[in-house]
């Protein structure tokens, strides 16, 4: 029987996730190991009931009398607290899905790694802040990591079966989101509600934010440089405001390979569950037909800085993605705490990266996950003081 555990099991990601385990047979099909959330305490509770995990770990350590109560009798230990999320991962399990949002991700699922597990990657964070040190992990203790991005599954499935030398260019689409044609002037006013807003799909809300101000495609334009290898100027943007065609692989020869389907993650998930086999996933078939028409347009990167930020993260690396995905996860909880505004965002990031990279030298080569911590922790304290400049400057 194929053990499993889903970090970030409360969350979008987690949930279906879920979902389609529960489909594929649930207790009766798959053994879970663990399964983690952050404060849901009964929603972590009911699945872990349902799926007779082994244990259910919270984050926060204040709720475990709660998670303890809500699993009396169940057989399912509690636990609670960064440490122990790191520690379920410890727990070998063959499909780990990693779903905690940012880079509190990073550590479960280089655990996991460590244990040759199959880490099923949607937390992008991790790839951007430590992507060479996740590889060579995986690597090193022969496990596998396979994207759970709609971009990168869709890359992952067009490079199947093809000789990556020959590939020219990798476009991954960007719907827009609900700010795709605002003009910078209404940016600058736009609200938390209005951000969080996605036209097309469902999902947590920072990285709905973060689809609004472009910084999802710009940590998604790192993760496709960091996960496949490609080089920078290889790897092109694509607003597709529909969100059908995924991703597109350009060769050598002039042909291109596109990826579609529905806005629906669970095509991507159920992907990696089944991978290298395809499952039954019940996601809603394409009617290409009635949809009429796709529309394709160029990103720009003058109301989407984050764009252009990414760019230069490409092309140092190093420590500069750790940085950068710190950086914005301040900015971000800045702006949803409603002290900055929306373009003060990409503004403390690149203040942020200046700042850093002024007597420090961010580009140099990652030697260990401590080196990659400390520049995360770090760079949080200074975006929190650009994050402050920039609020009394409003
Ligand atoms: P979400 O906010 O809905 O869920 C996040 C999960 O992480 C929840 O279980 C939450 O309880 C847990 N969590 C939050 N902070 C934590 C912390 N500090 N420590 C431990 N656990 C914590 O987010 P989501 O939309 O499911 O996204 C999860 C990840 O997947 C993100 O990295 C996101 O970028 C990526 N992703 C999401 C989608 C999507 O459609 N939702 C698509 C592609 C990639
Ligand atoms: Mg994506």
């Known amino acids: 029987m194929r053990s499993i555990s889903i970090f970030g099991a409360t969350g979008s990601i987690g949930e279906s996730t879920f979902d389609l385990i529960r489909r594929a047979g649930g207790a009766e099909a798959f053994r879970t190991v663990a399964l983690t959330g952050a404060r849901n305490v009964r929603r972590l509770a009911e699945m872990a009931r349902e799926l007779r995990a082994e244990v259910a770990v919270v984050a926060h350590e204040e709720e475990l009398p709660a998670l303890r109560e809500a699993l009396a009798g169940s057989g399912v230990e509690a636990a609670a607290g960064a440490a122990a999320i790191a520690e379920a991962a410890d727990r070998p399990a063959d499909w780990v899905m990693s779903a905690i949002v940012g880079a509190a991700g990073l550590v479960p699922g280089m655990r996991a790694l460590r244990h040759g597990a199959t880490l099923a990657l949607a937390n992008k964070e991790s790839l951007v802040t430590a992507g060479e040190l996740l590889l060579t992990t995986a690597r090193d203790h022969g496990a596998t990591i396979l994207p759970v991005d709609s971009e990168h599954s869709a890359v992952f499935q067009a490079l199947t079966g093809e000789d990556a030398g020959a590939v020219e260019r990798v476009i991954i689409t960007a719907s827009g989101g609900p700010f795709r044609d605002w003009p910078l002037e209404r940016l600058a006013k736009a609200t938390v509600a209005e951000a969080k807003a996605h ?175 400390a520049v995360d922790h770090l760079a949080r304290v200074r975006a929190a003081e650009q994050a402050v400049k920039r609020a009394k400057g409003r």
Do not use: C
């Open 199 to 373: 036209p097309n799909w469902s999902m947590g809300s920072r990285i709905s934010i973060d689809s609004a101000s472009m910084f999802n495609k710009a940590l998604e334009l790192i993760e496709t440089r960091e996960y496949f290898g490609f080089a920078p100027d290889v790897i092109e943007v694509l607003v597709h405001p529909q969100s059908i065609v995924h991703a597109l692989v350009g060769f050598r020869d002039g042909g291109i390979m596109a990826h579609l389907g529905p806005a629906d993650m669970r095509h991507a998930i159920g992907f990696a569950l089944h991978w290298p086999e395809r499952g039954h996933v019940p996601v809603e078939r394409l009617d290409l037909a009635k949809l009429g028409m796709l529309q394709f347009e160029a990103p720009d990167d003058v109301r989407f800085p984050a764009l252009r930020l990414a760019r230069e993260v490409m092309a140092q690396r190093g420590l500069t993605g750790a940085a950068f995905n710190a950086a914005k996860e301040i900015a971000l909880d800045h702006f949803m705490e409603g002290r900055i505004g929306f373009l003060d965002m990409a503004a403390v990031v690149e203040d942020t990266l200046a700042v850093l990279s002024s007597g420090n030298s961010l580009g140099k080569a990652v030697s260990d996950l401590e080196e990659v911590l």
